[in-house]
């Protein structure tokens, strides 16, 4: 496979594979089978110190940012997506908290004891993240919020959401609030049962009356919008798009795999003397390192701080979920009959690689916004 985004010499990589051989692996299919969420990997990484790879070393945590959390998702992605989907998550939510929560539970997060995630997209704005229509509103116990949430990963696994809603009291699209998992008033009405993804139990959450103090507003009151685009765009985007890649890089290898360990015994020849076969592969490969270089651009450009960098976080991840969806699907092709059957493997990243283009922001959103940002448009209103 080809080279990592973040060098072999970091010691969380060094922490990070023996899980992935031990617990993540031999796990992936029956978790993809029965949809049960990925405990026993995130235990693992907890007791690793790695769901605390993003927190301050002030509170015990890895001090890492992007280029770190995308290579372990892209990582556990090549193995199972679903255990890499909730860590992405957990990831982008953490960064969050990490910004604007409390320091006891900024160290619980770095201590691995907390798993926490995103609970922004709602039903009545759809895939529209960004401008929630739920409410916040000023009780004598705090603060009542009311929502329902259309799909948030770890729904009623985690142990918090960094939730989204419409101002309590300011001007602004939007104010983020710390919602313990365990609150009165919260419900997950049923259990995710999709076509990919399936252990990642993305589901709706109903807010009923739920109540939070007031100190559990995550930055001031209006400022959801910013910390959304300041924070969490780029760490979900570039995440995504890791486990994009993750799921190519598998694919790609599974395939070269299959063609050169099957033969046309009457001929004496494997499927990779095909000609056909040699050319959907470079298709494969060729996609996928054009994904990997665009990823490492993307990173470099947040990390220097470029220009275009908001322009190449937006394109990572509408490129990879549409090159990791024609992959897989050569890949499909390139095996197969077998491709179909669970041995080969292949038609689990298949389903696993369909996420990326509907899961918001969509990747007809990210072609207009990216459209917006040429044009010299505001990216929203």
Known sequence: MSTLIAPLTKSYLEELDPIIEEIIAPAANDIDSTGAYPRAALTALGQAGLLGLVSAPEVGGRGEAHRAAVTVVERIARECASTAMVVCMHYTAAAVIEAYGPRELREEIAAGKHVT??????????????????????????????????????????????????????????????????APGLSVPYRFDGLGLRGNCSAPIIAEGVVVPQEAMLGPDGGGFAI???????????????????????????????????????????????????????????????????????????????????????????AAGEASTEVTDLAMRVCGGAAFSKTVGIERHFRDARAATVMAPTTDALYDFIGKALCGLPLFG
Do not use: C
Request: hydrophobic share 50%; charged share 20%.
């Open 117 to 182: 995630t995103l609970a922004f997209s709602e039903v009545g704005s759809r895939s529209h993240f960004w401008a929630p229509v739920s409410t916040a509103t000023k009780v004598a116990a705090g603060v009542r919020l009311d929502a329902r949430k259309s799909f948030s990963t770890s729904a009623g696994e985690a142990d918090s959401y960094v939730w989204s809603s419409r101002p309590l009291a300011a001007n602004g699209e939007s104010t983020l609030w710390l919602v313990p998992a365990h």
């Open 228 to 318: 959304m685009m300041d924070l969490t765009v780029a760490y979900f985007q570039l995440m995504s798009a890791g486990v994009s890649l993750g799921l190519m890089e598998t694919a790609t290898a599974k395939s070269i795999r299959h063609v050169a360990g099957t033969k046309f015994e009457h001929l004496g020849q494997t499927l990779a003397a095909l000609p056909t076969i040699r050319a959907y592969l470079s298709r494969v490969r060729i996609k996928t390192d054009m994904i990997r270089a665009l990823l490492l651009d993307a990173l470099d450009a947040v990390e220097a701080g470029r220009d275009d960098a908001m322009l190449r976080v937006l394109q990572v991840k509408a």
